[in-house]
């Protein structure tokens, strides 16, 4: 049980970083990107700040890398998110908030 709640832990301060969110975003539109790609993402970072946003996510086990010849490809990994979600949300309410997130949406969008 212990090991859960770090593992929980490391997921929650990976997702708690926007640049963080903003490349889980880009593997989850394009799934097996190089460092170089998603350094193209965040110009205002160095490529050692995104490989250490890379590296916490790694450790929350968001991201699983492949390593292919000189590559490394990045992919999303969406099970520590799901496991937090039917943790922290039950299945009685999933149907309401998702009528929630759409009634959002559509009061959102532009006409």
């Known amino acids: 049980m212990v090991a859960y709640?770090?593992?929980v832990e490391l997921v929650f301060k990976a997702l708690a970083d926007g640049q963080r969110r903003g490349l889980l975003d880009a593997l989850?539109?394009?799934?097996?990107?190089?460092?170089?790609?998603?350094?193209e993402l965040l110009p205002e970072l160095t490529r050692q700040g995104v490989t250490k946003h890379l590296?916490?996510?790694?450790?929350?086990?968001?991201?699983?890398?492949?390593?292919r010849g000189r590559n490394k490809?990045?992919?999303?990994n969406p099970v520590p998110i799901?496991?937090?979600a039917e943790r922290w949300i039950g299945n009685y309410e999933r149907d309401k908030?998702?009528?929630?997130?759409?009634l959002k949406?559509?009061?959102?969008?532009?006409p």
């Open 97 to 102: 908030l998702r009528a929630l997130s759409a």
């Open 28 to 39: 989850r539109e394009r799934n097996g990107q190089t460092l170089g790609e998603l350094c």
């Open 55 to 67: 590296r916490i996510l790694e450790d929350a086990d968001l991201v699983v890398t492949v390593k």
């Open 82 to 84: 799901n496991e937090i």
């Open 5 to 7: 709640f770090v593992r």
């Open 73 to 76: 490809y990045h992919y999303l």
């Open 105 to 110: 949406a559509a009061l959102e969008e532009k």
